[in-house]
T-cell receptor, first 113, second 116 residues
Framework: DTGVSQNPRHKITKRGQNVTFRCDPISEHNRLYWYRQTLGQGPEFLTYFQNEAQLEKSRLLSDRFSAERPKGSFSTLEIQRTEQGDSAMYLC???????????FGPGTRLTVT | AQKVTQAQTEISVVEKEDVTLDCVYETRDTTYYLFWYKQPPSGELVFLIRRNSFDEQNEISGRYSWNFQKSTSSFNFTITASQVVDSAVYFCALSNGSGNTGKLIFGQGTTLQVKP
């Protein structure tokens, strides 16, 4: 059973550029979460998918952020017009049921210069 | 409001010492779920335990044990006979039963350093 995978692992971009991250959840998991973690802090919830439906978005998710999960499989998180404040680790997690444990991927570390 | 507080920012112990990591949570829900995760230097969050609000039994798994006390809204984690490999950041997290997403609310984490 392979775990959650995320690509790329690292991304360096210039301010104003768009970036897209991909998450492949554990294959039988229908629930997928995105979190953001900054240095010295715990992860903060960004958004949640049940199958292909995006059911909740945090207020942290500004209009520059968009997430999709076509066909309820992998998910993408896009950030448009990146800002230095977007620099963080973006974590993806999946679970097999509501309130079940979430399994996390290795994260994508974004650095905006 | 829902909140998780891990008051200990950093703890340093010598190998074989016992160490307890504190977690205090706030929620108005009567049904909720508590979790502990470990984040080693490699960075990937590793699930350790899940507890629901109706089960106050303490749990032991090898050198790890958890003490859940609803009266004090605490869910503390003890490592017995610590080892260098236990060095990591440990996060306590809460998920409210009234929500329909299961999203996790994390504390700020406790960095544990175990010295040989």
């Amino acid at each position: 059973d392979t775990g959650v995978s995320q690509n790329p692992r690292h991304k360096i971009t210039k301010r104003g550029q768009n970036v897209t991250f991909r998450c492949d959840p554990i294959s039988e998991h229908n629930r997928l979460y995105w979190y953001r973690q900054t240095l010295g802090q715990g992860p903060e919830f960004l958004t949640y998918f049940q199958n292909e439906a995006q059911l909740e978005k945090s207020r942290l998710l500004s209009d520059r952020f968009s997430a999709e999960r076509p066909k309820g499989s992998f998910s993408t998180l896009e950030i448009q017009r990146t800002e230095q404040g977007d620099s963080a680790m973006y974590l993806c997690a999946s679970s097999s049921g509501l309130f079940y444990e979430q399994y996390f991927g290795p994260g994508t570390r974004l650095t905006v210069t | 409001a829902q909140k998780v507080t891990q008051a200990q920012t950093e703890i340093s112990v010598v190998e074989k010492e016992d160490v307890t990591l504190d977690c205090v949570y706030e929620t108005r829900d009567t049904t909720y779920y508590l979790f502990w995760y470990k984040q080693p230097p490699s960075g990937e969050l590793v699930f350790l335990i899940r507890r629901n609000s109706f089960d106050e039994q303490n749990e032991i798994s090898g050198r790890y044990s958890w003490n859940f006390q609803k009266s004090t809204s605490s869910f503390n984690f003890t490592i017995t006979a610590s080892q260098v490999v236990d060095s990591a950041v440990y996060f306590c997290a809460l998920s409210n039963g009234s929500g329909n997403t299961g999203k996790l609310i994390f504390g700020q984490g406790t960095t544990l350093q175990v010295k040989p």
